[in-house]
């Protein structure tokens, strides 16, 4: 059972009546729930990784033709030392 004293003084907060007793029954609800967990039989059953069953998708890795620095370039507005030249954003 959870002390609503400890909660109260851990959260700053001051709970009226009407506050203390919805959350007892807030706190005994979810507290009878995982009790209702702890009592189920998981033995033989396999851990899951993920609960959906779609499998991720990956494409091959196939190397690709490389193309040139100088063939990038070729169609670039400005360029400096094998670089494109881009308007400066900060000042």
Excluded: C, H
Aim: charged share 30%; aromatic share 8%; hydrophobic share 40%.
């Amino acid at each position: 059972m959870v002390n609503l004293k400890i909660l109260e003084s851990l959260s700053k907060i001051n709970l009226t009546d009407d506050e203390k007793n919805k959350a007892s029954e807030f706190f005994e609800f979810w507290t009878e729930k995982f009790d209702m967990l702890e009592n189920i039989d998981t033995e033989n059953i396999e851990p899951l990784v993920t609960v959906s069953p779609l499998v991720n998708v990956m494409r091959e890795d196939i190397s690709n033709k490389m193309v040139s620095r100088e063939k990038l370039l070729e169609n670039a507005p400005e360029q400096n030392d094998g670089y494109f030249v881009v308007p400066r954003i900060l000042e």
